[in-house]
């Protein structure tokens, strides 16, 4: 693979596989990211999604295969870990957020301990994202005093605070209320307006249909279809892809 | 764009596992664990280098201190230590048996005395007072003084079918004070675990009690099991403090040796029998802890 190849996407997977104990969770998948794209995975529970957004993020050692992140190989074993990480913002299903901090202490951690930001300019730009996600007045809340779809978005403010190359979201409207699900979705939006390059995992089909410009289908650990929103959604070429978006259909959900 | 990978170029077309072709290792994953493995390797030979070099390092400050003779000669003389050798083990068999029942007290009571701590519930108000005076009182006397109290002070009592047997006694101080100790230990480890598993656990219609004892005390044991062992071996070594009341235990039977003598070697006989009934303690209970993460861990149920 040539270098100039490489420089052109900010993720790129190949072959990769893992495994846990014996059973094989990801086969052999190739993934690309262009700069300023959205990419959403989906496929059933258990398809291998979050697995393949945990090594990404170097949370889960591959077995084979390579993960590159602006054309430098980040599986290698000579990578600095946290140096690739510290280019990559990750939202958790289940927020993660730290519960003996107070919002504004989880969201300018990173800033302040890895990237050096000074305190004041730190919770400046925590209290901006804060005001965005309409939750300017929280930032003294204790994570276990907030619903879960604030604290959802504060997770996701914690992910932007250090402005990463790319952001990692696993099902982050999982667990959010009907109305909040469209806040979370136009914050999304936004960020894809500004440039984001992302890669979300979702069960939200319509909104993976209008901001996902690649949509990968999982199934058992393979990527089954890959194609543009259109495509995939549209006119699905693998019966096992028509399935589960009739399946999902008749739940309703797209 | 559709990709359809079955078989890539690195699986092995013949190969039916699942389904699939079999799985054979890229050339990409083989360098990538020979490259660990050398620099496993790489990092076990420079441990084993800087623990020589700074194990030779004390040797030669050590041997070339200008008391070194007498010192060896004081607390190292193999002779001494042949004769204490089995003495101190004939002593250590009383510390062993009063590590076993008072470990096994203290784990019983401590856990009684925590579980009354946090009982909720206005009812149980003069329970949880209780407890909690009992634990800042043992907590704070001296073991010593509660020794003292105990094993000399009881048999002064001269009560009709109480026993004056100062091993007996010992155990009973030895147990009070380290009760207080590890029911505190159990408490942290009780309201470690996040309220949201006790919320859970009750919302299924759990009694506290059966939420306790199916919920929260399975997921505290695990964080208690290192402090727990702490207790313990200071308990191992504490055992020896019932030689106040004339028992023989190994670091009495070491002094008896060492007032006859004046070498101290028996002294250090008995510390290295003391340190080497802890290690293998500590072993187990790392080696348990981590099966139970192992167990826990993603992976183990994919």
């Given at each position: 693979m040539s270098e100039f190849a490489e420089q052109s996407s900010v993720l790129r997977m190949e072959s990769v596989r893992k495994t846990f104990g014996g059973t094989v969770v990801l086969r052999d998948v190739d993934l690309e990211v262009a700069p300023h794209t959205v990419t959403a995975l989906i496929g059933?529970?258990?398809?291998g999604k979050s697995t393949l957004l945990r090594c990404a993020n170097l949370l889960e050692e591959i077995d084979d295969g390579a993960i590159w992140l602006d054309g430098e190989e980040i599986t290698d074993p000579r990578a600095d870990q946290d140096a690739v990480r510290r280019r990559i913002g990750v939202v958790f299903q289940a927020y993660n957020l730290f519960p003996h901090m107070t919002v504004l202490e989880n969201i300018t951690l990173a800033p302040r301990r890895v990237h050096g930001v000074a305190r004041a300019e730190a919770e400046e730009r925590a209290r901006e994202l804060l005001e965005r996600l309409g939750l300017g007045a929280k930032a003294g809340e204790y994570p276990d005093r907030l619903s879960g779809g604030q604290q959802q978005r504060v997770a996701i403010v914690r992910a932007l605070a250090v402005r990463p190359r790319l952001l990692l979201l696993d099902e982050?409207?999982?667990?959010?209320?009907p109305e909040l699900v469209g806040e979370v979705l136009t914050v999304v939006r936004d960020l894809k307006g500004e440039g984001m390059t992302m890669v979300l995992a979702t069960h939200e089909m319509g909104f993976a249909r209008e901001v996902a410009d690649q949509v990968c289908f999982l199934d058992g650990g393979v990527v089954l279809e890959r194609g543009t929103a259109e495509q995939v959604f549209?006119?699905?070429?693998?019966e096992r892809t028509r399935r589960f978006l009739r399946r999902v259909m008749d739940a309703g959900r797209l | 764009m559709t990709v359809v990978k079955e078989q890539s170029g690195q699986d092995n077309p013949g190969g039916t596992r699942d389904g699939h072709g079999a799985y054979v290792p890229s050339p990409r994953r083989i360098e990538r664990e020979a490259y660990k493995r050398a620099r496993a390797r790489r990092a076990t030979a420079i441990a084993a280098l800087s623990t020589l070099g700074t194990g030779a390092l004390l040797y030669l400050i050590v041997v070339n201190a200008p008391g070194w003779p007498r010192t060896r000669e004081t607390f190292f003389n193999w002779e001494y230590a042949r004769e204490a050798f089995p003495q101190v083990l004939e002593g250590l068999w009383l510390n062993v048996r009063l590590l076993l029942v008072c470990g096994a007290a203290v784990l019983v009571l401590g856990m009684l005395i925590a579980i009354a701590r946090t009982?909720?519930?206005?009812?149980?108000f003069p329970v949880r007072a209780l407890a909690a005076a009992y634990t800042d009182f043992f907590r704070g006397l001296p073991l010593i003084i509660t020794l003292m109290i105990v094993v000399l002070g009881v048999p002064a009592l001269r009560l009709q079918g109480v026993t004056v047997d100062p091993v007996l006694l010992g155990g009973t101080a030895l147990t009070l004070t380290y009760s207080a100790y590890v029911a505190e230990v159990f408490r942290a480890g009780i309201e470690s675990v996040h309220p949201s598993q006790r919320a859970a656990a009750r919302s299924l219609g759990l009694t506290n009690r059966q939420a306790l004892r199916h919920v929260v005390l399975p997921q505290a044991v695990r964080r208690q099991v290192p402090p727990l062992l702490n207790d313990l071996v200071s308990l191992q070594k504490d055992t020896g403090l019932v030689s106040i009341g004339g028992a023989v235990d190994a670091v009495r039977a070491a002094d008896i040796i060492v007032g006859r003598s004046?070498?101290?070697t028996p002294y250090i006989v008995a510390g290295l029998v003391f340190v080497a009934l802890t290690i293998p303690m500590t072993r187990f209970t790392d080696w348990v802890t981590a099966r139970m993460d192992r167990r826990r861990a993603q992976g183990g149920t994919p």
């Open positions: 059933a529970s258990g398809s982050i409207t999982a667990a959010l209320d549209g006119e699905p070429r693998q | 009982l909720p519930g206005p009812v149980f004046l070498n101290y």
